[in-house]
């Protein structure tokens, strides 16, 4: 099964974000295809449009995809609505997934709602991407929960990157080595802030007031 990548990233916490979701597609290729997202209500999944496929099968409440537990719920995708201006050049790259059913609310599994407002998020702050797939470029696909810290950079940082568009898109880098890479993700890049206003399209984690998210989107670190 193809995995996106996570780089430099160590494993998550068990159930420690219990809004994440992972999904099993398979294209129109018949070519199975995994992907990540989060759940945003009992019965939406929110995702990147490039993760569409002929079917879609989420699991929630899952920490290693291949050691079920009885706290995971598998439920079947019914209806994708793709952003309607996605394209694969042009962006705009997220989507909603209508779940057959609402899922069953845990400690182990919780929604992430969005704000109110949408404000700046200022260059600077440090943020988190969570997902599962490759921890390097030569490595292994990880079948557990990853999590990676980034630092939100100053927009000229990624300026040398034809496709990077500052309107549309955050540039983001590792706090170690500074390195920018052109990657995208469609996990949540969750920020912290000093209050709900500091952040565009983010929503306090269910465990952690003071943490944010911004959409699952292409992004660049």
């Known amino acids: 099964m193809e995995m996106v990548e996570i780089i430099g990233s160590t494993e998550s916490k068990p159930h420690s974000r219990p809004y994440m979701a992972y999904l099993e597609i398979v294209t129109s290729r018949e070519k199975q295809v995994a992907c990540g997202g989060f ?15 002929r079917s879609v ?18 439920l079947e995708v019914i ?16 989507m909603l997934l209508k779940l057959e059913e609402k899922a069953n609310l845990t400690l182990a599994m ?18 988190q991407v969570a997902g599962w797939g490759k921890t390097g470029v030569k490595e292994p696909a990880s079948s557990s929960l990853q999590e990676v810290k980034l630092r939100l950079m100053e927009p000229r940082a990624c300026s040398h990157f034809p496709a990077f568009d500052h309107n549309l898109q955050l540039c983001v880098g590792n706090p170690q080595t500074q390195n920018l890479h052109l990657r995208e993700t469609q996990g949540a890049l969750f920020c912290v802030a000093l209050s709900p206003m500091d952040c565009p399209m983010q929503s306090p984690l269910p465990s952690s007031p003071g943490s944010h998210l911004t959409g699952p989107g292409s992004m660049r670190s």
């Open 110 to 127: 919780r929604t992430l709602p969005f704000p109110p407002h949408v404000t700046f998020i200022h260059p600077g702050r440090m943020c």
């Open 39 to 53: 759940l945003i209500r009992r019965d939406f999944v929110l995702t990147a449009a490039h993760c569409a496929g």
């Open 79 to 94: 209806k994708q609505f793709p952003y309607p201006k996605y394209d694969p050049v042009v962006l705009h790259d997220i």
């Open 57 to 74: 099968t989420v699991t929630l409440r899952a920490h290693n995809i291949k050691k079920k537990e009885d706290t995971w719920q598998r």
